[in-house]
Nanobody, 131 residues
Framework: QLHLVESGGGLVQPGGSLRLSCAAS????????IAWFRQAPGKEREAVSC????????GYSESLKGRFLMAKDDAKNTAYLQINDLKPEDTGVYYC????????????????????????WGKGTLVTVSS
């Protein structure tokens, strides 16, 4: 069974950086793209980004444009989300997620920006940006 575990959250000052990790078990990230979502207090969960099986980044958040980078280490079966120049409005719980690929899907991030279609979620890691 597929499990996702996030880590790397914490308290960061504005302007700082964080690298979040998403460790997968039960399946290989060679076959599953990984998407990141975040949920700020009192707000709906929003899509942040996705990394395809081939390592291609897709961004979904206009507010994070130019400030994020995703990577993956296939040997560790782990995906990473680096966020730079953090702002107080980046505060929230960050989740990684994925879904079982549909027949014919090639490992791209197409459709991975929609929380409702994700089958598997981690429990999240809290990021707090504050001085």
């Amino acid at each position: 069974q597929l499990h996702l575990v996030e880590s790397g959250g914490g308290l960061v000052q504005p302007g700082g950086s964080l690298r979040l990790s998403c460790a997968a078990s039960g399946v290989s990230l060679d076959f599953y793209p990984i998407a990141w979502f975040r949920q700020a207090p009192g707000k709906e969960r929003e899509a942040v980004s996705c990394i395809s099986t081939g390592g291609y980044n897709t961004g979904y958040s206009e507010s994070l444009k130019g400030r994020f980078l995703m990577a993956k280490d296939d040997a560790k079966n782990t995906a990473y989300l680096q966020i730079n120049d953090l702002k107080p409005e980046d505060t929230g719980v960050y989740y990684c997620a994925t879904k079982d690929p549909a027949p014919g899907e090639t490992g791209s991030c197409r459709g991975y920006g929609v929380a409702g279609v994700m089958n598997y979620w981690g429990k999240g890691t809290l990021v707090t940006v504050s001085s």
